[in-house]
């Protein structure tokens, strides 16, 4: 006598069917928490560390300003190098190139090295600024770092900075909320420097080249920045936030 088994093939069929919709739940899972733990790395981590050694580079730069000064160490009797053209690995506005200072002006700090502190009172923002404007060598590590071609801090034109808005310690996440009459402090080796904010340009070009320029003005929206010499502060970001489409500036003026 022989039996005949219905449906035996449509029952393996379907359980054939869900072993693989079985595997690729599995293997969505694991995409996901990968892409999850990237995320929190990229996100959390990496501001832990830099916040971290940012803060550090600060202690250490009080530090070194608290002892006396080595003439050998100071930039002012360095060879003073011409500037350069610069563009910054992360989308920043250009700087201009401008001639070399003229014999017996100071030096730019060394490249990538950090020397001063910039403090934005209203944030609670203390973070070291760094000679250029690199991604990997400055501002990854969480400081700000200062265009190369710009006025150093205090002198006649436009001291212009770049900072991360998000990730890698983030130290201008926040700096659409600086309004006029805040204070940007910038600390160099003895001497403090107190800019006061006056206009934000909230949305230009990443090529705004005229934001930086040694009067600032932009040249994608001519209606925002300045029109007569001075001592400058300017402060670039990218914008919107977890983007690098646009860039937010925020300009201030020395306190005399």
């Known amino acids: 006598m022989r039996v005949v088994v219905q449906g035996g093939g449509r029952r393996g069929r379907r359980a054939g069917l869900a072993g693989v919709l079985w595997g690729a739940a599995e293997l969505a899972v694991t ?22 050694a940012a803060h550090q580079q600060v202690r250490d730069l ?59 009172p209203r944030l609670g923002v203390v973070v070291p600024v760094a000679q250029g404007v690199d991604k990997r060598a400055v501002l990854d590590k969480g400081y700000v770092g200062h265009y190369p071609g710009t006025a150093q801090p205090g002198a006649e034109g436009n001291f212009a900075l770049a900072g991360h808005r998000n990730t890698h310690g983030e130290p201008f996440r926040y700096i659409n909320r600086l309004r006029a009459g805040d204070e940007l402090i910038v600390d160099v080796r003895g001497q403090r420097y107190t800019y006061v904010v006056g206009k934000v340009l909230a949305e230009t070009s990443e090529r705004d080249t005229g934001v930086i320029a040694p009067v600032p003005r932009s040249t994608v929206r001519p209606e ?11 402060l670039t970001t990218c914008t919107p936030e977890y983007t690098s489409k646009y860039r937010l ?8």
Do not use: C, F
């Open 224 to 234: 925002y920045g300045y029109g007569e010499p001075g001592a400058y502060i300017t």
């Open 62 to 120: 009080e530090r070194e300003w608290a002892l006396p000064s080595d003439p050998g160490s100071d930039p002012s009797t360095a060879p003073v190098p011409a500037a350069s053209p610069s563009v910054s690995a992360s989308g920043a506005p250009v700087a201009s190139a401008e001639p070399a200072p003229p014999a017996g002006a100071k030096a730019p700090p060394a490249q990538e090295s950090a020397y001063g502190v910039l403090r934005i």
């Open 31 to 52: 995409v996901g928490v990968v892409v999850l733990l990237l995320v929190v790395h990229q996100v959390w981590w990496t501001n832990r560390q830099a916040l971290a």
């Open 249 to 256: 500036v925020v300009w201030g003026t020395m306190r005399r």
